[in-house]
């Protein structure tokens, strides 16, 4: 069974195409047939009543202009393409920066448990997750325990600290943290390190936390 680069069966689905049975596309004219055409025509005057030449010049510097005209457009799609690619492989500089996505907020419905994620630049001695409503309520308190610097996953179980279910709404993440050295500090989640870069259909995608989003979804980054 003969097989095309496709891993398709010829025998159903025919050979790869290849640009020498392409057909061309024939519904534009270009300065190369405006050209043979000026030549045909001056080919075929009547010899008793030859072509003007001011009408010659005219056509002639009407084809000068499709030539420049045609030639630009290709540079500024060229144009393009290059400072497309350069603005893709320039965000490569922001591996080990921290993006800030610009909210801190969840959105959790009620019964479920709520997964999400937060980085500690610095080792956590101990701490407390505050999960807050729109008001700046708190709704619920988790223990941090101890780790080491980096992103970390905590699931709210969707209870307040009464007990009982928290309704389905927006909440606000935010923690406070001792450090290894005494020092009190502060995260929210959406902030974390960037970590890698990923280029995919055109689409520039970062690593944060353990996701990657599109550059579009990042404020900032510092």
């Given at each position: 069974m003969a097989i095309n680069a496709y891993g398709q069966n010829i025998a159903t689905n025919g050979?790869?195409?290849?640009?020498?049975?392409?057909?061309?596309?024939?519904?534009?004219?270009?300065?190369?047939?405006?050209?043979?055409?000026?030549?045909?025509?001056?080919?075929?005057?009547?010899?008793?009543?030859?072509?003007?030449t001011e009408k010659i010049?005219?056509?002639?510097?009407?084809l000068a202009s499709l030539e420049a005209s045609d030639n630009t457009n290709t540079a500024l799609e060229e144009?393009?393409?290059?400072?497309?690619?350069?603005?893709?492989?320039?965000t490569i500089s922001a591996i080990g920066k921290t993006a800030d996505l610009g909210s801190d907020a969840i959105s959790h419905d009620k019964g479920k448990p709520t997964t999400f994620e937060i980085y500690f630049p610095k080792d956590v001695k101990d701490g407390s997750v505050e999960i807050t409503d729109a008001n700046g309520k708190t709704i619920k308190t988790l223990?941090?325990?101890?780790?080491?610097?980096?992103?970390?996953?905590?699931?709210?179980d969707g209870t307040n600290n009464g007990g009982t279910q928290a309704g389905s709404a927006v909440y606000h993440v935010n923690a406070t943290y001792t450090d290894s050295k005494?020092?009190?500090?502060k995260t929210k989640l959406g902030e974390y390190p960037i970590e890698a870069v990923r280029f995919d259909k055109g689409d520039t995608l970062l690593k944060v936390g353990?996701?990657?989003?599109?550059?579009?979804?990042?404020?900032?980054v510092y």
């Open positions: 050979a790869t195409p290849t640009a020498s049975n392409e057909v061309a596309d024939k519904t534009a004219l270009g300065k190369d047939d405006f050209m043979k055409l000026l030549l045909v025509e001056l080919q075929h005057q009547d010899p008793t009543k030859p072509t003007d010049l005219t056509q002639t510097s009407q144009l393009s393409a290059s400072l497309s690619n350069s603005q893709q492989f320039s223990d941090v325990g101890t780790h080491k610097a980096g992103v970390y996953e905590f699931t709210w005494g020092d009190k500090l353990l996701n990657y989003v599109p550059l579009n979804n990042i404020k900032e």
